[in-house]
C-alpha cells in the first residue's frame, strides 16, 4: 500500500550533530518530511552539503523547497572559534546569513540556533529584549550571526540556548557529558569548575521547542524574532558531575570543586540564565530532569564496575 508522505517539509542544517540529530528525530516522528543535511559525518543518513558554497545551499533549498529551516550548524567550541576565527565566522556569521537569504526567497521560516554566551552574565536572568555583550569570540559570531539572520529575513527566529546535553555519539560532543570519565576514573582526584552557573538543557527538549515553534508559525505569522529556551537547574559543572556520580551511584569524593574564575582558554559569563517566559506564555516547551535526562545519555559509557576493577586494580 501507499505510505503517506508527511506533506510539511523542514531541512535541518547539522543534522549530524549533538542537537541536529535530535531535532531531525523529533520533526520526523512527528509527521514532517524532514531532510538534514551534514558535512563530514553526512552519508548514508543526510544530505552531503558545504553551507559555505552558496550555490549548492541554494540547489537544495530549491530542490527541496522546505516550509521550515532548522539551522543547527555552528562551530559551537569556544576555544576552537578564538584558534580559527576566519573559519567560525564564515559558517557563524556568513553561511547563516546567506541561508537567512535564502530561506526569504522561497517563504520558508528560519529558525537560527544560538547561544546564552551572547550575554556577559553580570545580571541574569536575561530576557530576550535585554542587550547582549558577548565575552568571547564564540558569541561575538553568534551575536553576528542573529544580526544577519535577522537583516536577510525578517520573518525569521533565533532560538538562544544554553549548555547541551543528549545521547551523544561521542562523550566529547557536549561539554556535560565529556566530564563522565573524570567522574568514572574515581582513583585519580579531579578539579571541576564551581565558579560558572550553568543550565544544562537537553537536545530533545530544545528538539520539540523547535517543533512547536515551528508548527505555531504554520498558523501564526506573527511567532518570529528571539526567543530563548533552556534547562532550569542551576549547576555548577562540579554540581553537575557529582549528579551523574550519584545518578549511577559512582563515589564523588575524588571531585574537587574550584570556585576561582577560570584564567585559561575563551573568557566565558559567570551566569548567563536565559529567561524562558515568552516561550512558556505560547505554551511551548519541555524539560527533561536532569538526572533522568544524563543517565539516560550516558549509560551506554558507563564502564562495569567488576571489569573495571579487574582493568585499572
Not at 544580526?147 to 520573518?155: D, R, S
Not at 544524563?294 to 564502564?303: A, D, G, R, T, Y
Request: hydrophobic share 40%.
Amino acid at each position: 500500500e501507499d505510505i503517506d508522505i508527511p506533506s510539511r517539509r523542514v531541512l535541518i542544517t547539522g543534522a549530524t550533530g549533538l542537537l541536529g540529530r535530535a531535532v531531525f528525530k523529533e520533526f520526523n516522528g512527528n509527521n514532517w518530511n524532514a531532510v538534514g543535511c551534514g558535512y563530514r559525518r553526512a552519508q548514508p543518513k543526510f544530505e552531503q552539503v558545504n553551507l559555505l558554497n552558496s550555490v549548492a545551499v541554494h540547489d537544495i533549498i530549491h530542490d527541496f523547497q522546505p516550509h521550515v529551516i532548522v539551522h543547527c550548524a555552528a562551530e559551537r567550541r569556544p576555544d576552537v572559534v578564538e584558534s580559527q576565527p576566519d573559519a567560525a565566522s564564515q559558517l557563524n556569521v556568513a553561511a547563516s546569513g546567506n541561508l537567512a537569504k535564502e530561506a526569504a526567497g522561497i517563504g520558508a521560516f528560519l529558525i537560527y540556533i544560538s547561544t546564552d554566551y551572547v550575554f556577559d552574565g553580570t545580571s541574569p536572568p536575561y530576557k530576550e529584549t535585554d542587550v547582549p555583550n558577548p565575552l568571547n569570540l564564540y558569541g561575538k559570531t553568534k551575536l553576528e550571526g542573529e544580526k544577519a539572520v535577522l537583516e536577510n529575513n525578517e520573518g525569521a527566529a533565533v532560538l538562544r540556548i544554553p549548555v547541551l546535553y543528549g545521547e551523544v555519539e561521542r562523550l566529547e560532543e557536549s561539554a556535560v557529558t565529556v566530564m563522565f570519565d573524570k567522574v568514572q576514573f574515581s582513583n585519580k582526584s579531579a578539579n571541576m569548575d564551581h565558579w560558572q552557573q550553568r543550565f544544562p538543557t537537553n537536545v530533545k527538549d530544545v528538539a520539540v521547542v523547535c517543533r512547536q515553534l515551528a508548527e505555531k508559525r504554520m498558523l501564526d505569522p506573527s511567532i518570529k524574532g528571539t526567543f530563548h529556551w533552556s534547562g532550569n537547574e542551576q549547576m555548577t559543572k562540579y554540581e553537575m558531575a557529582c549528579a551523574i556520580a550519584d545518578a549511577f551511584n559512582l563515589p564523588s569524593s575524588h571531585l574537587r570543586p574550584i570556585t576561582d574564575c577560570p584564567v585559561v582558554g575563551a573568557l566565558r559569563p559567570r551566569n548567563a540564565q536565559l529567561d524562558c517566559s515568552k516561550l512558556e506564555m505560547l505554551g511551548i516547551g519541555q524539560r527533561t530532569p536532569f538526572r533522568a535526562g544524563i543517565k539516560e545519555s550516558l549509560w551506554p559509557f558507563l564502564i562495569d564496575k567488576r571489569w573495571r576493577q579487574t582493568v585499572f586494580h
